[in-house]
T-cell receptor
């Protein structure tokens, strides 16, 4: 069984659209994260949620909003997509902020 | 904030040789240092980690060393195999502070030639 799963795996859309990426973990972890990996493979934290509370909010545009309906899910909503949003977005989870993080296989977002 | 430097950016070795990847960090309060392996089209996979109260940790062909004084840590892979080819990332975390950000290095692309 996949521990951290993201859908969709690929997302191709036009500038200005609104899209969502879903993430689910079946590890029973308390903390979930969203990372952005750019074209140079650089990984950077965007958000993390601990017990449904936002505990880290890096300097990302407010067009990006994480939403956690329950402890096992952390979805990423993106409004008014821009060309610069093209990247691979990874969801991750951990048992706590000081515990190993487990990553999903990513969602490749391409903006036309 | 924390800054993690990783070297080299690319590394090519012959099968059976050893590979070493080095990272330095800037925040002396960082206390957790994981290493991730990312294969093409996949997410980063944790391969080994070390906490600041330990100087070395080994798991089969993989070992990590930590020098807190110099603020650097290294990944050692012995007896490399073609399936070790991937991008490797080091990271540093300060989980004692108000924000537990995991800061990644820029990655090392390891190629193991058969």
């Amino acid at each position: 069984d996949t521990a951290v799963s993201q859908t969709p795996k690929y997302l191709v859309t036009q500038m200005g659209n609104d899209k969502s990426i879903k993430c689910e973990q079946n590890l029973g972890h308390d903390t979930m994260y969203w990372y952005k990996q750019d074209s140079k493979k650089f990984l950077k934290i965007m958000f993390s949620y601990n017990n449904k509370e936002l505990i880290i909010n890096e300097t990302v545009p407010n067009r990006f909003s994480p939403k956690s309906p329950d402890k096992a899910h952390l979805n990423l909503h993106i409004n008014s997509l821009e060309l610069g949003d093209s990247a691979v977005y990874f969801c991750a989870s951990s048992a706590g902020t000081d515990q190993p993080q487990h990553f999903g296989d990513g969602t490749r977002l391409s903006i036309l | 904030g924390e800054n993690v430097e990783q070297h080299p950016s690319t590394l090519s070795v012959q099968e059976g040789d050893s590979a070493v990847i080095k990272c330095t960090y800037s925040d002396s309060a960082s206390n957790y240092f994981p290493w991730y392996k990312q294969e093409l089209g996949k997410g980063p996979q944790l391969i080994i980690d070390i906490r600041s109260n330990v100087g070395e940790k080994k798991d089969q062909r993989i070992a990590v060393t930590l020098n807190k004084t110099a603020k650097h840590f290294s990944l050692h892979i012995t007896e490399t195999q073609p399936e070790d080819s991937a991008v490797y990332f080091c990271a540093a975390l300060n989980y004692g502070g108000s924000q537990g950000n995991l800061i990644f290095g820029k990655g090392t692309k390891l190629s193991v030639k058969p």
